[in-house]
């Protein structure tokens, strides 16, 4: 059985997010979103609200699971018995960091393939921070994120002005 792990902040999961986890779902049995610690980053949402939208947003998608860890990817990947790593790429930018996550993995395990998926060209602007700040100012972001997403945006940013 082929398993892929889709790592991420997901500071919130946005529709570029979830356009990946459907694509992801159609290659392989299953696919696996990993909400991961970042140390590069400060999360605006808890562990625990980013993984209920993400739980929320994927439901009805048969092979897709939601699960949090703390560590070293490469030890996770391991641990599920998976041996793909799927990550998304957005713009050129994104590409210097991936190339070097993927072959930082691959020096730890060489077993493990981290495949990358183009974008789709409707998201390809859109990130978490992007959201958040539209969001902050009160812009509408309701074609850029699934609907859970949207009422725990609300609740954060809007309703306390
Ligand atoms: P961000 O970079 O927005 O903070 P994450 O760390 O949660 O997001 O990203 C998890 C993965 O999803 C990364 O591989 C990232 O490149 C990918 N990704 C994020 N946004 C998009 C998008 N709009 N289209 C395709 N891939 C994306």
């Known amino acids: 059985m082929a398993i892929a792990i889709y790592p991420g902040s997901f500071d ?14 159609l290659v392989f049995d299953k696919v696996i979103v990993t909400v991961m610690d970042n140390p590069r980053k400060t999360p605006a949402f808890t562990l625990e609200e980013r993984l209920e939208m993400l739980v929320e947003s994927t439901k009805g998608m048969k092979n897709v699971e939601v699960d949090y860890y703390h560590g070293l990817l490469i030890d996770y990947v391991k641990q599920k018995k998976a041996k793909i790593i799927v990550k998304g790429l957005r713009a050129i930018s994104d590409f210097e960091f991936e190339f070097q996550m993927a072959l930082i993995n691959r020096k730890l395990n060489e077993e493990v ?9 409707k998201y390809s602007y859109l990130s978490s921070s992007i959201i958040k700040e539209i969001a ?8 850029l994120v699934p609907s859970p997403v949207l009422k725990k945006l609300t609740a954060k940013y809007i309703q306390k002005e």
């Open 113 to 121: 393939e981290t495949m990358f998926m183009m974008t789709n060209n």
């Open 136 to 143: 902050s100012y009160g812009g509408d972001v309701r074609k």
């Open 12 to 25: 919130p999961v946005t529709n570029g997010h979830i356009d990946i986890i459907v694509r992801a779902g």
